[in-house]
């Protein structure tokens, strides 16, 4: 009996070691499977920090204003004669624009004129007389202010013949008529917008953080939704005085020449405020950047101290190339120009980090480098 209980137990005892047996043997094969297969290098881009001399700048929005511009308008009332422009005319200053009916006025002038000349010829006559003390000095007297009454109606309605000649008070361009033949002005009566388009202002405010940076003749661009594909360039050349006290922000006005009239007074601008060059700024591509809560991050490429067995003594393999290991770094990003981005702390100049492929990645992981892969692809989400 116990001799059979002995033959039983070794018996079971022979399977469960063989059970045991053939699930370690199992188990280490799927760790050296995973193994082989985890240590596959992946394929990734890559590319090396470089530095670039870059050209900071404040960014604002403004308005484009003219250095001069008004509603040329009647100053009294009277019918139009006669109109002498076209709209969006060039005009110079003092050309006449809108000439009203003015017979009115030209009647009083002879009449006024007419009393002028009776009062000029009794002034002489009594200076000659006041002499000889023929007449008194208060007949005299008279005779000098009824002649400068006379004068004064004259100037009095030549005057009002020349307001009726609506003339440009500055060099500059039209706007549309807004008149026509016999019409009746009233006095403020509109006859067109003028503008002077050449130079021309724009017009922006920088909250007052950035007082210390702007200054006169400090250089900007602008660009305008009526050219997206031009940059306009100008110089600062106005400063206010205060802060404005709501918004606290400071107003600058800036100078265009304008000299190819493609800009517009009212046109809405995006201003880029020029500040002094900064050199070698540490760059990479916008796609070398893993954003995350906890901090943007780059992968470091660098040499595998342990290349693959299968390759040669050189750590070369002949079809992928050579390996090398990627291990993730913190960096602090800074301003970003079209597709670099700046790194401000944490990257050297030439210190090679992976631009696609980085979902792939953990840290000690080994990797080939492939750069036929495009960054714009990559942009979109797809990868070669």
């Known amino acids: 009996m116990v001799k059979r209980m002995i033959i039983m137990l070794v018996g079971l005892g022979a399977v469960f070691g063989a059970l045991f047996g053939f699930q370690i043997f ?52 009277g019918l139009v004669q006669s109109i002498h422009f076209e709209s969006g005319q060039e005009v110079k200053q003092g050309q006449l624009l809108v000439q009203q009916d003015d017979d009115v006025e030209q009647g009083d002038l002879l009449n006024y004129q007419a009393q002028l000349n009776l009062a000029q010829t009794t002034y002489r006559r009594n200076q000659d007389l ?108 106005a400063i206010s005085a205060q802060i404005d006290e709501q918004t606290r922000t400071l107003a600058i006005q800036g100078t265009l020449p304008n000299t190819d009239l493609n800009l517009y007074p009212g046109m809405f601008a995006s201003v880029n405020l020029l500040l002094p060059q900064q050199q070698n700024i540490v760059t990479v591509p916008q796609t070398a950047i893993a954003s995350a809560l906890y901090g943007d991050s780059v992968f470091m490429v660098e040499p595998d101290p342990d290349p693959p067995k299968d390759t040669g003594t050189d750590g070369k393999s002949p079809k992928s190339g050579p390996t090398f290991i990627v291990n993730r770094r913190y960096v602090t990003v800074g301003e970003q120009r079209g597709n670099q981005v700046a790194i401000t702390k944490g990257l050297k100049v030439g210190e090679q980090v992976v631009t696609s492929g980085q979902l792939k990645l953990k840290n000690g992981a080994r990797v080939l480098i492939d750069n036929s892969v495009k960054l714009d692809s990559l942009a979109s989400g797809k990868e070669d």
């Open 130 to 237: 006041i002499l000889r003390k023929i007449i008194s000095q208060s007949d005299f007297d008279q005779s000098s202010a009824t002649l400068k009454q006379a004068e004064a109606a004259v100037a009095r309605v030549k005057g009002l013949i020349d307001i009726k000649k609506i003339q440009a008070p500055f060099s500059g361009r039209l706007g549309i008529r807004q008149v026509n033949l016999g019409q009746y002005l009233a006095p403020g009566g509109v006859v067109a917008n003028l503008q002077t388009l050449r130079p021309i202002y724009v017009n922006f405010s920088l909250p007052e953080r950035y007082l210390e940076q702007v200054t006169l003749n400090q250089p900007f661009t602008i660009k305008v939704e009526g050219h997206p594909n031009d940059t306009f360039t100008g110089k600062v050349t």
């Open 26 to 77: 199992k188990d280490r094969l799927i760790k050296q499977v995973l193994g082989d297969y985890l240590s596959a290098p992946v394929t990734i881009s890559a590319t090396p920090a470089i530095a670039q001399t870059w050209t900071p700048s404040l960014s604002a929005v403004g308005s484009l204003v003219a250095v001069q511009g008004v509603d040329v308008s009647a100053e009294t009332s």
